[in-house]
């Protein structure tokens, strides 16, 4: 089992954690319409944590967009690279992330964030970070809403409400099941709104959830798993 190493220079604590998102966030693309729904690859990251031994896992599976059949998939493990910070989560996560998307075989495409894009108290969750940082096309799609309030949806999948921070939509409560507490969604990077909620419409065929996530969730589960053992050397 090989073990990444933190990135040289990575924030270190939260002042500089909170400069490299101000510097950052500029770059941040929301005009782009972003890939047409169900065509080309779709990528799920995800990440899992054993805090205990100081790991974090993450996967990368590759999707075909039409199918939903997975066509690739990729892990990796690293030490947790930044303490808990709410807001700050994606310097704990990208380092393991952005080294399964390198040891993808296939070009990603557009990738579904287990996390939030716009639905950020400073505009720039995971799935702008990670945008920004690969150029990648990249949507956020969360269980909860984070600090933000929401309109209810209607009860009809595909039934959405406002994502609100203030006055200002952030992303929306999208209803992917019938009854089903909605999930929250936002743009990310070079994608807008209203093309991040129809891809992941498009990837809840039948759970709550979108395929991707689901998909990428149980990988880096298993990944983690795998880690603990070799080093616990069982």
């Given at each position: ?24 966030r500029g ?6 319409p ?13 990440v899992?944590y054993?805090?205990e ?18 066509v690739d998939?990729?892990?990796?493990v690293?030490?947790v690279?930044f ?5 700050l ?8 992330v952005l080294?399964a ?21 400073r505009r ?12 990648l096309?990249?949507l956020?799609?969360a ?9 209810q949806?209607?009860p009809?999948?595909?039934a ?13 409560a999208l ?7 909605p ?9 807008t709104l209203d093309?991040?909620c129809?891809?992941?419409l ?14 990428a ?6 990944a983690?798993a795998?880690?603990?053992?070799g080093?616990?050397?069982?």
């Open positions: 089992m090989t073990i990444i190493a933190t990135p040289a220079g990575w924030p270190a604590d939260e002042t500089e954690a909170l400069a490299v998102q101000d510097r950052l770059r941040v693309v929301l005009d782009e972003g890939p047409p729904v169900g065509t080309g690859l779709v990528t799920g990251v995800d899992a054993d805090d031994r100081d790991l974090v896992a993450a996967a990368a599976v590759v999707l075909d967009a039409r199918t939903l059949d997975v998939r990729a892990t990796a690293g030490r690279a303490p808990y910070v709410p807001g989560l994606a310097f704990r996560e990208l380092p393991a080294a998307l390198d040891a993808l075989s296939t070009g990603p495409g557009l990738v579904v964030c287990d996390g939030y894009g716009q639905a950020h108290p720039f969750g995971l799935a702008s970070h990670l945008g920004v940082l690969t150029g096309p990249v956020g799609v269980k909860n809403p984070f600090t933000f309030t929401y309109e949806p209607g009809a999948r595909g959405a409400g406002a994502l609100l921070a203030g006055g200002e939509e952030v992303g929306r209803r992917t099941r019938d009854g089903v507490k999930v929250f969604v936002s743009a990310g990077h070079r994608i093309g991040a129809a891809h992941t498009a990837l809840t065929p039948r759970y709550r959830l979108p395929e991707t996530t689901r998909h969730d149980a990988l880096c589960r298993r983690l795998e880690a603990v053992r080093v616990s050397g069982a």
